[in-house]
C-alpha cells in the first residue's frame, strides 16, 4: 500500500488538528495526539500532548516497535507511542490513529456504555458493530493496549474503540478519514445523547447495512 510521504503526512496531520480544534472535538483542554504512518513499519506521531499550534518540528518518526528514529517524544507522550503502533500492527490498511477526549463520545466511555450504531452516517465510516469499550488501565500500559487490540481484533466491523473513563481512539485510512470519523462519531454521541430525552434512540433496518453498503460501492463505480 502506498502510504504518504514525511513531510505530506505532518502537513495533512497539521491541517486535521486545525479542523479538529474547529469543531470541539478536542474539548476544551486542546489535547490529542495524531499520527500517521508513513511506510509499513513507520508512523510520524505527534510529540506532545497540546496540538493547538502544531508545525513541522511537532513531530517524531517513530518505527512501530517503538523505536525513535527522527525527532524527540516528550516523556509524558512516550507512554501512547505503543498505543498507535498496536493498532499499526493489528490493522495493516490504517493509515492514521487520533485519540482526543470528544466530549460526547467521552461521556459514553466514562459512563462505560458503547456507542450503538444508530446514526446512518457511522457506517459510511466502516463501523457496523456498536462502538466498544476497552476497560480501564493506565494509559499505555501493556493492559491498556492489550484491552485496545483485543477489541480491535474482535470487532471487524469497528473504525474506533472508547477508552474507559477517558476518551476515544479512532483509526481509518489516512488522517482526513479518520478526523472525519471521529467528527462524526462525537456527533453521534450527542445525537443519541439527545434522542434519549425524546424516549431512546431507534435502531435502524436490519437490511440498513448491506443496503449502505450496495449504494457506497454503486457510487463508487460511477
Given at each position: 500500500?502506498?502510504?504518504?510521504?514525511?513531510?505530506?503526512?505532518?502537513?495533512?496531520?497539521?491541517?486535521?488538528?486545525?479542523?479538529?480544534?474547529?469543531s470541539?472535538?478536542?474539548?476544551r483542554?486542546?489535547h490529542?495526539?495524531l499520527s500517521?504512518?508513513?511506510?509499513?513499519?513507520?508512523?510520524?506521531?505527534?510529540?506532545?500532548?497540546?496540538?493547538?499550534?502544531?508545525?513541522?518540528?511537532?513531530?517524531?518518526?517513530?518505527?512501530?516497535?517503538?523505536?525513535?528514529?527522527?525527532?524527540?517524544?516528550a516523556?509524558?507522550?512516550?507512554?501512547?507511542?505503543?498505543?498507535?503502533a498496536?493498532?499499526?500492527?493489528?490493522?495493516?490498511?490504517?493509515?492514521?490513529?487520533?485519540?482526543?477526549?470528544?466530549?460526547?463520545?467521552?461521556?459514553?466511555?466514562?459512563?462505560?456504555?458503547?456507542i450503538?450504531v444508530?446514526y446512518?452516517p457511522?457506517m459510511?465510516?466502516?463501523?457496523?458493530?456498536?462502538?466498544?469499550?476497552?476497560p480501564?488501565?493506565?494509559r499505555?500500559?501493556?493492559?491498556?493496549?492489550?484491552?485496545?487490540?483485543?477489541?480491535?481484533q474482535?470487532?471487524?466491523?469497528?473504525s474506533?474503540?472508547?477508552?474507559?473513563?477517558?476518551?476515544v481512539?479512532a483509526?481509518?485510512?489516512?488522517p482526513?478519514?479518520?478526523?472525519?470519523l471521529?467528527?462524526?462519531l462525537?456527533?453521534?454521541?450527542?445525537?443519541?445523547?439527545?434522542?434519549?430525552?425524546?424516549?431512546?434512540?431507534?435502531?435502524?433496518?436490519?437490511?440498513?447495512?448491506?443496503?449502505?453498503?450496495?449504494?457506497?460501492?454503486?457510487?463508487?463505480?460511477?
Amino acid at each position: 500500500m502506498a502510504w504518504l510521504e514525511i513531510s505530506q503526512a505532518k502537513q495533512e496531520l497539521i491541517r486535521v488538528a486545525s479542523m479538529l480544534r474547529d469543531s470541539g472535538v478536542m474539548f476544551r483542554g486542546e489535547h490529542a495526539n495524531l499520527s500517521a504512518r508513513v511506510a509499513d513499519d513507520r508512523m510520524v506521531l505527534t510529540r506532545g500532548g497540546n496540538v493547538a499550534h502544531l508545525d513541522e518540528s511537532s513531530f517524531a518518526l517513530v518505527q512501530l516497535d517503538g523505536k525513535v528514529l527522527e525527532g524527540e517524544i516528550a516523556p509524558a507522550q512516550a507512554e501512547i507511542v505503543e498505543m498507535h503502533a498496536a493498532v499499526y500492527r493489528a490493522r495493516a490498511q490504517v493509515g492514521s490513529v487520533i485519540h482526543t477526549h470528544a466530549p460526547h463520545a467521552t461521556a459514553f466511555a466514562v459512563a462505560h456504555q458503547s456507542i450503538p450504531v444508530v446514526y446512518e452516517p457511522l457506517m459510511r465510516f466502516g463501523i457496523t458493530a456498536p462502538v466498544p469499550v476497552v476497560p480501564w488501565a493506565p494509559r499505555g500500559s501493556a493492559a491498556s493496549v492489550a484491552g485496545i487490540i483485543a477489541a480491535v481484533q474482535a470487532n471487524p466491523g469497528i473504525s474506533a474503540v472508547l477508552l474507559a473513563n477517558h476518551g476515544v481512539l479512532a483509526f481509518a485510512a489516512n488522517p482526513t478519514q479518520t478526523a472525519q470519523l471521529l467528527a462524526t462519531l462525537d456527533e453521534a454521541a450527542e445525537l443519541i445523547l439527545a434522542a434519549r430525552q425524546l424516549g431512546g434512540e431507534q435502531p435502524l433496518p436490519e437490511a440498513a447495512f448491506e443496503q449502505i453498503r450496495e449504494a457506497m460501492r454503486a457510487f463508487a463505480t460511477k
